[in-house]
């Protein structure tokens, strides 16, 4: 039964799709820079590496498996983090190519978002000048005029193709109090089955605000649909919102994420220079809680993992 007092998985989100390379010069976009800090946020904790890929070039998002396959074996051999790949890749990607790299991995666990929404930063286009690459601006406008799709079929597809075929599990990503109730429908469905990785997200235009309220709300519903003793629940606060609802979140008893796909900041006004800066905080912040930190080995027990052996990359 989760209690308030088991150990803390940390998950580090290393670069994602969102953010641009004019954002963060320390925003990792290479291979080797994703495997680099991928590597040094698993030696300072994390658990769970959520992994994106990036063309080395530009820095715009990919879903290419030739740029992924540059980094995730090396990141394997490297570390004993549980690797995520994401299926969100970013809005302007299909299925099929969101898709392409983790079905050719096969990998223990993948992110999943769990409905179709507006997803948006278009206002920090606002306060941007001097873009270091052409596609950077009209990207971050164009999320103005764009939907992140997630239908029910898409879902059901994902749960099919990776978690029933590969043996993968999922990060639920849930924007929303819809999208838990959209879980819910699966698992009433007998298309998924715990333990649940609830990954709860705060702070994003287009979701739920990053309001303690919402938090609680998040939590309490979650705990009414799955009963606690069913899932992990963890917890998610975009930019400057990362640290204090991560905080709330553990104090909870949930789980947290960090990683510059979620937040570019350590601090009020100053840039993280790594991934592991953040997760160097989030622990001494758990720690300081009198919070344990779950290992990779310790991560993939509570989420009923295949283990890194039965990846195939």
């Given at each position: 039964m989760a209690k308030t007092h088991d150990k803390v998985i940390i998950s580090c989100a290393v670069t994602g799709s969102v953010h641009t390379p004019t954002m963060s010069e320390y925003l990792p976009i290479t291979p080797d820079q994703i495997m680099e800090q991928s590597i040094e946020a698993a030696e300072a904790g994390a658990a769970i590496l959520h992994l994106h890929a990036r063309d080395p070039q530009t820095g715009s998002p990919t879903a290419d498996p030739k740029v992924f396959d540059q980094f995730v074996p090396r990141i394997k051999a490297a570390t004993d983090a549980v690797i995520n790949i994401t299926t969100g890749g970013s809005t302007?990607?299909?299925?099929?190519?969101?898709?392409a790299y983790p079905l050719q991995a096969k990998p223990e666990m993948c992110?999943?978002?769990?409905?179709?929404?507006?997803?948006?930063?278009?206002?920090?286009?606002?306060k941007m000048t001097g873009w270091k690459y052409d596609w950077e601006k009209p990207y971050i406008e164009g999320m103005?005029?764009?939907?992140f799709r997630n239908t029910f079929l898409d879902i059901k597809k994902i749960l099919k193709v990776l978690g029933e075929d590969c043996g993968t599990r999922f990060e639920f990503e849930c924007?929303?109090?819809g999208h838990l109730y959209?879980?819910?429908?699966f698992v009433d469905e007998g298309l998924i089955k715990g333990p649940l990785f609830i990954q709860s997200i705060y702070g994003i235009l287009g979701g739920m605000g990053a309001d303690p309220e919402n938090?609680?709300?998040m939590r309490t519903t979650a705990d009414r649909l799955f009963g606690r003793e069913n899932y992990r629940f963890s917890v998610l606060g975009a930019g400057r919102h990362q640290m204090s609802m991560l905080t709330m979140g553990a104090v909870m008893g949930g789980n947290v994420r960090?990683?510059?796909?979620?937040?570019?900041y350590l601090?009020?006004?100053?840039?993280?220079k790594s991934c592991a800066e953040q997760v160097r905080k989030i622990r001494r912040i758990l720690e300081e809680l009198s919070l344990e930190i779950a290992t990779p080995d310790e991560a993939r027990a509570m989420l009923g993992l295949k283990g890194k052996d039965a990846v195939a990359f």
């Open positions: 302007r990607m299909t299925l099929e190519e969101r898709l992110s999943l978002n769990m409905g179709s929404m507006n997803f948006s930063i278009h206002p920090a286009a606002r103005e005029d764009l939907i924007y929303d109090v959209n879980l819910a429908h938090l609680v709300m960090v990683g510059l796909e979620d937040s570019l601090g009020k006004g100053q840039l993280a």
